[in-house]
């Protein structure tokens, strides 16, 4: 996929698309799959998400004791044990896989191989399973591409698996494997909506080859945009975090310090092959409903409004005259021709310098939406063919406008 591929329906997933902040010299997106490199996420048979620095050991749960020191007010936090770490990891490896990828001969030469019926190890990742049927989650890009399959257990047993959905656009992919019932654990997948900043996450995955291996740090940041995904959307709403993760571990759990799986490490920002504290991980509820749609039988898609937006400060609100309770919101640049907003009557314009001019959208089905996040996240639980009301501003007037979603497009549209 090339950029004119990718750049072809401007802001074009769920929410309004911003074109993702150019990485700063010398660091950019890395994928954690363990193939020949580290290589960019949107590049075929990459896989992964990197995240440094060392654990911080502080325990988040109890309330913490104060100690004042002349004018500073000290706050220490209980040490987070050993035996805590420990018991966790017990409880929870078993349901964490090694993904192992293969590719026919015919796609990848290698010494002795036969040419239409020989395989040749192409890469491994990390996935972890989600129900007793075999369910297991792990990334597209760690899958993609691959004639074969296989997974290792936490006890080095190895068994075939096949892929029984893909969502390229969340950069997720459901595998299936016929695991004994006494050789697996289930993983317990908590609620990402409710993460926060300074909670405990630990990292279990397949670094370098290195099968169930264990990291821990804490959450850096939510809501995160960082990169495209495989299916071209911009990757947002992520959770950042320093817990170390390296090529590898791409496709596996992160946990919060309860054992339940809060997102799967995705990316890394690094100028180097490793971690450096910087990793991205897909909140755990977005594949929840990825989940919901493969075993429905139903493709995956992503509702688009189909509009590009910047963020209303006070002095864009002035400028825009907008009334003086009006300071935020979200300024709409261009609405994308037969789109979802364009078909609405929603209206973008900018300014010679880019500065959005267009329709401000306050609210959507009455929910207040500030941030481009806000808007993506609501956004990424509707369908396409779903109507949302967007409430909007417009030379001094509020409007509510109904808009009829519409599917994603591909690269191929």
């Known amino acids: 996929m090339n950029n004119e591929e990718i750049n072809k329906y401007p802001q074009s997933w769920s929410a309004p698309n911003v074109p993702p902040e150019t990485p700063r010299e010398g660091f950019s997106r890395r994928s954690l799959f363990r193939g020949g490199a580290i290589a960019a996420l949107v590049g075929s048979g990459a896989i992964g998400g990197i995240a440094g620095s060392a654990f911080t050991a502080a325990r988040l749960g109890g309330a913490p004791s104060v100690v004042y020191a002349g004018q500073n007010l000290v706050t220490r936090l209980p040490a987070q044990s050993d035996t805590d770490i420990a018991a966790l990891y017990q409880a929870v490896s078993r349901a964490v896989v ?18 239409g019926t020989d395989v040749v190890p192409s890469g491994e990742g990390t996935g972890f399973i989600v129900d007793g049927d075999g369910t297991i989650f792990t990334n597209f890009h760690v899958v993609s591409g691959a004639d074969r399959l296989a997974v ?10 096949k892929v029984i959905g893909t969502d390229p656009g969340s950069d997720l992919a459901v595998l299936r494997a016929d695991i004994p019932t006494d050789r697996t654990g289930i993983a317990t997948l908590g609620d990402s909506d ?3 900043p300074g909670q405990m996450a630990i990292a279990i995955g397949t670094p370098f080859g290195l099968d169930h291996t264990i990291t821990a740090g804490i959450i850096s940041a939510v809501g995160r945009e960082f990169g495209t995904t495989p299916g071209g959307r ?15 571990n791409s496709g596996g759990p992160l946990f919060n310090s309860s054992g339940e799986v809060i997102g799967i490490t995705t990316s890394i920002e690094s100028p180097v092959r490793g971690s450096v504290g910087i990793g991205f991980a897909v909140p755990i509820n977005r594949a929840r409903l990825v989940l919901t749609q493969v075993r429905a039988g139903k493709p995956v898609e992503h509702s688009w409004l189909g509009v590009s937006i910047g963020t209303v400060t006070p002095e864009l609100a002035t400028t825009l005259g907008l009334p003086e309770g009006v300071r935020s919101g979200l300024a709409l640049s261009q609405v994308v021709p037969n789109g979802p907003a364009a078909k609405a009557g929603l209206r973008g314009s900018a300014a010679s310098d880019g500065t959005p001019r267009g329709d401000v959208i306050v609210a959507i089905d009455g929910r207040p939406v500030l941030r481009l996040a806000e808007l993506s996240a609501y956004l990424e639980q509707k369908n396409p063919g779903e109507i949302v009301t967007v409430t909007i501003w417009r030379g001094g007037e509020r409007k509510e406008v109904p808009v009829t979603l519409q599917a994603w497009p591909t690269s191929s549209s």
């Open 98 to 115: 090694a993904v192992q990828t293969a590719t026919a001969a015919r796609q990848r030469t290698a010494p002795g191989a036969v040419p």
């Open 152 to 161: 290792v257990l936490h006890d080095g047993t190895r068994l075939e698996a």
């Open 194 to 196: 409710a993460v926060q």
């Open 234 to 248: 911009p990757a947002r709403g992520l959770i950042q975090t320093d817990a170390p993760i390296n090529p590898g």
